[in-house]
Structure formats: C-alpha cells, structure tokens
C-alpha cells in the first residue's frame, strides 16, 4: 500500500445551511375546553412554531410556580398533549437538546373545573317583563351550596362579579335581554357551578294603558256598577287604583278623586259601587313594586242615569230621542251653578265638547240641522256634577217614532207619535213594543194612561209600508231607599253596635244586610232578616230590603262605618322633650305610641284646637297660649275598620314669657308610688329655697329645692304651683291614680 501524500485532500461536503434566530421562540397553548365538566377533564395542546423537530413540552400548573408536572399530576396524551382534570391556570414550553434549549412560556390559559351545584337565577318581583323607570332585583341562588361562593354575572351590558343580587334600580330599554350568573368558589379560583338556565327580561319604554269597563252603561234604580281594570300581563302583581272623575271646565278636562278602599290599591282587577244614582265617570290605573311604578290611567268610563235632580238638568228641544237630520236640536243645561258645558259621547268615537262641533250660547248647545250624530248626551257643572244623560239618534229615513228621551216614572200618563220628516204627526200607524204590535187602529197616537214596568221596552211605528227605527222607552219604578242608622259607631272592648234598617212606607218588608272593608268594594251579605242588627265586627255596613213574590228591592242604604276597638293596644302619647309646661315660642313634640303595634296605623288626635289624622307625631312648632290644654291620641288599622282607644290626656300648659316652671310628672301616678316636684329658672337650673303649693294652699316652705312625697294617695292630687324670690310659675294638675 502506498503512503498517503500528506498534502492530499478530499472534496468538500455539501453545504449544510444553520439559520440562527435572535427571537428565543415561544410555545403556544390551546385548550379544546376551558370548562371541565363534572367528572371529565380538558385536553391541553402545546406547540412551537418552528420547522425543526425534536422538541419536548414541559408543563406547568398555577401562576406561581416553575416547577414542571409529573404524569402524577396529568395524563399524557402524546407529546405535546395533556388531559388535565383539576381547576388552574395552565401554561407550558418546549426544550431539545444536551443541555436543554428551553423557549418562552406559553401564555396561560384558565381552566373552570365545574361543580355540581345548580345556579338559578330567580327575580323580586317575579316579573320579566317590566317597564322603563321600574327597579327589579335578580338574585343568583345555589342550590344545595353554602355561603363561600363569588358571583359572575352576564347581562345585556356588561359582566359583574362577586355579589349574589344583581339590581336594576331605574330599568330602561338598555336593560332589555339575557342575563344568567355562575358561582365561583371563594379560595378556589378555577372551581365554578355551571351558567344557570338564561332568564330573558324585556323592558318597555311605553307605560301601559289600562282599559276600564263598566257595567252596565245605563242605570236602573238600585243596581249596582261593577268597573273593571284590564292591564297587560295581570297576573304580575298589579294592584289596581279607583277614581271618580270629576268636572274641570278650566281646560276641559277631568279630575281624580280616590274612590273609598283604594288608597292602597285592591288586589281584585274589579270595584264594585252600590247603588248608585247618577250618571258618573271613572277612571282606573295599577300599580306594582317598591317604590310604586304606575302606569297610565285609563280613558273616563261613564255609567249613565236618565234621572233628572236638581243640581243639573240637561233638556232637549225637541224634546224625544229620534231626529231627522234636517231638524235643528238644542241642549240645554239647567240648575244651581254658575258654569256648564254640554259634552256629548259617539259609540264610535272620543267625548268632547259642544264647542268643538256646535254653538255652545251660555248653557245651552244648538245644533244646527246635517250636523247632529247618534251619541250620548249630558252636561257637566263648574261644581263637578254630572247631570242626567239623554240618548239621541239621527235618522236618514223619512219617518219617525216620537218618544220620550227622559225616563218616565211607573203611574204617569205617555204618548208616543209617529212623524214624517215634512213634519206632520201621523193616523193609521201601527205601534209595536219588542216587535209585537200593540195599535193598529185609525188613532194618530199610543197612549198609555199609567205606565208600569211592563210597559218597558223597545218602541217602534209603521205608515204605509215604511217604518221607523226602534227606540228604548225606560219605565222607573219609585223604590224606596231605607234608612240605616247606628246607635254608636265604635264597638267597645267585647261589646256590639246596634244597627237599624227602616223604610218608611208600608210593612211586610225583609231586611238584608251587608258589609265590606275600606280595603274592598266586595259586599259580604249576612244573614238575619230582621231591621235591628247587632253587629260586633268593624266594618261599612249597608242594608236593603225586599218583599212580595217576585220579590221587589228597595235601594241600597247609604254606607255607615262602624269601628271595632282592639284590645291590649293601648295608645299612649309621650313628649319629646319631657315638659308640660312650656313657653310661648318653644317647639315641643308629641307622639302617639301603640304599644304591641305595628305599622299599620293612621293616628287620630284631639287637641285643644282641632282634630287631626293620620301621622303619630304632633308638632307644636311656635307655642302659644291657644296651645294650652289637653292632647289625647287613638290608632286606627289601616285597610281594616280596627281602632285603639283613647290614650289618657296629657295637659299642656303655655305661659307667656315666664321665667319659672313646675317640674312635675306628665303622666298619673299610682298610689303608693314615690314623686318629686320641682321648681326650674328658664335658665335650667333647679332651684333651691322654694315655696311649694297644692291648690293654692303653701305645703313647704324651707331650704329644699324639691318637694318629695315618699308614697302619694289619693289626697296628694290636685293643682301644684311653685314660688321663688317673687316669681310664680303656672299651676299643673297632678293625678293620682289607683293601684
């Protein structure tokens, strides 16, 4: 073999191309879950974007720690997958090599290990739809948890966290959407309940309009008028409000006048008025939630009287229900009043006023020929009364029924007529009552010598082959209307209250009772037939009565509100501050206490100067002398006909300008008890050396400042006055009461 020439030399290899990279790389993380269910795991994915091979994937659990896991902490997949199943944030990176190229971590990713507690997201009001300006209150409950969880939210708007109620204090559109929450685990970050099931809440920006019914729309004497109040979604929690509308002829509008029992609402969509006897209009609105949300009133609903009474009057000349429309008509209003307005209401269209679509000249409204309509007439006084409402119908045809348009009374004598429009009452005619024909003979009229009530009905007349359209003829009958009085109206402590119904007419009459409560229209009847009735429940009291067979009514009674006096709920009245003498100029407070009470009283006070209702506190801001005298105070339960008795009186005594006052005891004293009395400058210090007096008579005379009596009886009360250095103070009563 020959020696190698040591200056020989191989080819070069082929060119091997390294690219060295400045930017160290860095994993990437993705997870195919960020949620593990209950009793799953989550498949995490690790990768590093780079063309060369042999990476390895280090994985690591928390945000504290660089310490990779073990297979005891996870299960590998593959390289570059792990399942995990516990809660945390996750993140990895890859290394190749001897030693170890390592990239940059991963950003991290939060797994949500779930629970399998239930979240539910419940609402207070349970309403889901609302109205713009309402508050609503959603609360995230966990079932079956406890009270270490935080809470997330996802609403329409944004996502909350951390508190369990969600509230929406002024809802508006914004609100409108989804809204579910989820609990998360104090000290447990990554531990979460599922999102509960979305609840949907829809907000409107238009306050709902109720619609008010009433019925019947034309009265007969005695019945009674039912209102009701229909509003979008009744069932949640709608409390329903009743007015009475009254007469603004300023701007020709209505005001609203609290019907009784609804000042709180009723939860009954319904009112019930008893015996009414005048047309009347009404309105109705709802309320619901804390504060109250209300929503609009409805538009006036009438209930319509033909009875003519003094205070308004509405006359039509011609004076029947059917016109032609060539024929001119005036309305006239007529009664005690200074002011009047004539308004009229199509079956088909609004209410509105004379001087819209006629000539209204003073009180009276002309309508001139082609420009009547069928509707319901009635006037309205500047002193907010209704008068009585006449039906008016305009006919096309070429003839007419001629009938009263005022109701007529059982007894009184009535003709009927039948009429061409060119103006002559007609002979021949056929009359016909509910379709039967009553008159064919050759008289021009329909006479009805003494109407009764079965003389009602709807009225008609035929001439010649052509006929009239119908009109309703209303017969009244004269019901009597009992009268229902009380020979008290508060029920004592285990005792009653004697109510008696009368009617003054003939006997064989039974008696009905019935009652109701200021928080319901409802009649709740009772049974006794008799005219005297003892009752021991407070309440509002009505009676009618009956007889014959049919049996015939007489109206309802006016309403008398008897009060039941609760036991154990003593009212007593405290002042604050604790002086019953006082000067001119002071502020002093009294407040009336019930004791065992709630909430739920209004306050009644008698006072030397008037009586006044309603709040327990009693503030004498500028004393003067017409404040002097006694104070007294009782409770009466709201919504319910419950009053306390009386508290003892507590006597106030004002003084002009004086310098000097009794210290005496504001309330009575029970024998055998020890009292102090003494004598104070304005300036408030207690004096010494005083002259002490009981009605009139000096009792001590040395160098105390208080008088003491160790045990007092019966001898010790009376009045008691105090004197220093000249100056007097105003004499008090002391009560001594017994044990």
């Given at each position: 073999?020959?020696?190698k ?25 993705r ?43 996870a ?23 001897d ?39 959603l ?67 238009n ?18 008028v ?52 005048h ?7 709802a ?37 032609f ?87 009184q ?37 003494a109407?009764?009530?079965s ?7 035929k ?60 009649l ?18 009505h ?58 009283w ?64 504001v309330h ?45 009886s ?26």
């Amino acid at each position: 073999m020959g020696m190698k020439d040591a200056y020989s030399l191989t080819e070069w290899s082929n060119v091997f191309r390294l690219t060295v990279s400045s930017n160290k790389p860095k994993a990437k993380l993705r997870a195919d879950n960020r949620d593990i269910p209950v009793g799953g795991s989550v498949t995490l994915t690790c990768s590093v974007d780079s063309s060369s091979s042999g990476w390895k994937y280090y994985w690591y659990r928390g945000e504290k720690t660089s310490e990779p896991l073990t297979t005891q902490d996870a299960v590998l997949q593959s390289n570059g997958q792990i399942r995990v199943s516990q809660g945390e944030s996750y993140r990895c990176r890859g290394g190749r090599g001897d030693p170890v190229y390592l990239t940059e971590y991963s950003g991290y990713i939060r797994i949500n290990k779930i629970v399998p507690n239930k979240a539910v997201v419940t609402l207070q009001p349970n309403w889901t739809e609302i109205y713009s300006g309402e508050t609503i209150m959603l609360r995230c409950e966990i079932h079956d948890g406890d009270t270490e969880w935080e809470y997330e939210w996802k609403s329409p708007r944004y996502t909350s966290t951390n508190n369990n109620e969600y509230m929406i204090s002024k809802a508006s559109s914004h609100h409108s959407g989804n809204y579910r929450c989820r609990g998360k685990k104090k000290n447990a970050k990554h531990v979460s309940t599922e999102w509960s099931t979305y609840i949907k809440l829809t907000v409107s920006d238009n306050k709902p309009a109720p619609v008010l019914t009433v019925s019947p729309s034309w009265l007969s004497p005695g019945d009674s008028v039912t209102l009701s109040c229909e509003v979008e979604h009744p069932s949640a929690g709608w409390r329903f409000y009743w007015y009475k509308t009254v007469p603004k002829l300023s701007d020709y509008s209505y005001i609203y006048e609290l019907l009784p029992g609804s000042i709180n609402g009723t939860e009954q969509d319904s009112y019930i008025i008893h015996g009414p006897t005048h047309t009347a209009g009404y309105m109705c609105r709802a309320g619901r939630g804390d504060p109250v949300y209300y929503t609009q009133y409805s538009k006036p609903g009438f209930v319509w009287s033909g009875d003519v009474h003094s205070a308004v009057t509405l006359k039509v000349s011609p004076d029947r229900v059917q016109h032609f429309t060539s024929d001119s008509v005036s309305l006239s209003c007529e009664g005690n009043f200074t002011e009047c307005r004539v308004r009229r209401f199509p079956e088909d269209r609004y209410r509105s006023d004379c001087y819209k679509w006629r000539f209204m000249t003073g009180s009276t409204c002309n309508i001139k020929r082609y420009q009547q309509s069928d509707a319901v007439y009635w006037c309205e006084s500047g002193s907010g009364e209704f008068s009585n409402a006449v039906n008016i119908t305009i006919q096309k045809a070429d003839i007419i029924l001629v009938s009263p348009v005022h109701p007529v009374t059982e007894g009184q004598s009535v003709t009927l007529g039948c009429k061409l429009r060119r103006g002559q009452l007609l002979s021949n005619v056929f009359f016909y009552q509910n379709d039967k024909l009553i008159q064919n003979d050759t008289r021009r009229e329909l006479k009805i010598s003494a109407v009764s009530k079965s003389d009602e009905g709807f009225y008609k007349c035929k001439y010649s082959g052509e006929e009239s359209a119908q009109s309703w003829m209303s017969v009244q009958v004269n019901k009597a209307k009992p009268t229902l009085t009380a020979d008290r109206y508060i029920i004592p402590v285990g005792g009653s209250v004697t109510l008696t119904c009368s009617v003054d007419s003939s006997a064989d009459w039974k008696y009905y009772w019935f009652r109701r409560t200021s928080g319901s229209s409802a009649l709740q009847s009772i049974t006794n037939v008799k005219p005297v009735n003892k009752v021991s429940e407070g309440g509002i009291y009505h009676c009618r009565a009956g007889r014959g067979d049919p049996e015939i009514f007489t109206e309802y009674s006016r309403a008398v509100t008897v009060r039941k006096t609760v036991p154990n709920k003593a009212a007593v009245v405290t002042l604050q501050p604790n002086w019953t003498e006082i000067y001119s100029g002071e502020t002093i407070m009294l407040r009336c206490e019930i004791h065992d009470g709630d909430t739920e009283w209004e306050y009644e006070w008698k006072s030397p100067r008037y009586t006044s209702t309603n709040k327990n506190e009693y503030m004498i801001s500028d004393a003067s002398s017409y404040h002097s005298g006694n104070y007294r105070c009782r409770g009466r339960k709201k919504n319910a006909e419950h009053i306390s008795e009386w508290s003892a009186d507590i006597k106030l005594t004002v003084s002009y300008k004086a310098d000097i006052i009794l210290v005496s005891p504001v309330h009575p004293v029970t024998e055998g008890q020890s009292v102090t009395l003494g004598c104070k400058l304005k300036t408030g210090e207690l004096l010494s050396n005083v002259f002490f007096y009981q009605n009139d008579k000096l009792i001590q005379n040395d160098t105390r400042r208080e008088l003491k009596i160790s045990a007092v009886s019966k001898s010790d009360e009376g009045f008691y006055k105090c004197k220093y250095s000249g100056e007097e103070s105003a004499q008090s009563w002391m009560s001594v009461q017994g044990e």
